[in-house]
């Protein structure tokens, strides 16, 4: 499982494409947990509890399974298939209709599919995309593309990422959070350094480039890994 911390910051929100000034801080932590059914399959969980200058409450908890399709073994690496099924849902009594609220209280269905390469020597290259169908409050469809690349050892791991999200039908959000449906263009980058075999500490950032409905925030965030 791993539990992390994470600092959020905007000074600058995307009412559709336009930006306006606009400030929030968010802070959270989370709690990951993955359990291995066999060798194919993985249950994932995760649980965050999230907190600004004017509400704290658990947000929006997500189950997942992620099995793996297949594996290809190539002379210099690996290819391995693996899909993800999960739901979205809103576990804490938060105001989504605050000034600044926390969430939308959402209930989301998420497919994902990912192909990743990891070569022999350690370096990765992977590309996952699917959809995420918003069920309530209003029904969205949005389309996820995620890129990512970095090298894995045996004490450490580094990647860099790009993440993309656009929502099929969007409308423009006259209130922070209205639920109109976003999109965005995030990079971000992680560190993970094993300290002991069971134990390891993780150090990770991320910037929004572009966006619509959303806030043009930096975040920062630490954590724990323990196996």
């Known amino acids: 499982f791993a539990l992390t911390y994470s600092y959020e910051n905007y000074n600058e929100y995307w009412f559709g494409s336009t930006l306006e000034d606009r400030e929030l801080t968010t802070e959270s932590a989370s709690l ?26 658990f947000q929006d908890a997500i189950l997942a399974i992620k099995f793996r399709n297949g594996e290809e073994e190539y002379n210099h690496g690996t290819l391995s298939k693996i899909t993800g099924i999960g739901f979205s849902f809103p576990i804490g009594n938060y105001d989504k209709d605050a000034d600044n609220p926390i969430g939308e ?13 990891k070569s022999n020597q350690g370096w990765f290259v992977h590309l996952q995309s699917g959809i995420e169908f918003k069920l309530v409050p209003i029904s969205k469809l949005g389309l996820p593309i995620v890129l990512r690349t970095g090298f894995a050892a045996r ?6 990422w790009l993440d993309f999200f656009h929502t099929f039908n969007g409308g423009v959000n006259q209130t922070v959070s209205a639920g109109e449906g976003s999109q965005f263009l995030k990079l971000g980058g992680t560190f993970y350094y094993s300290l002991t075999p069971r134990f390891g500490a993780l150090i990770g950032g991320a910037h929004y480039l572009l966006g619509k409905n959303i806030g043009k925030a930096s975040r920062l ?5 323990v196996k």
């Open 32 to 57: 990951f947990i993955a359990h291995g059914l066999g060798d194919r399959f993985n249950l994932i969980a995760s649980v965050p509890y999230v907190w600004t200058e004017s509400e704290k409450s």
């Open 105 to 117: 209280k959402a209930v989301s269905f998420i497919v994902r599919h990912l192909y990743q390469y």
């Open 155 to 160: 004490k450490f791991y580094i990647d860099g």
């Open 221 to 225: 965030n630490v954590g724990m890994v």
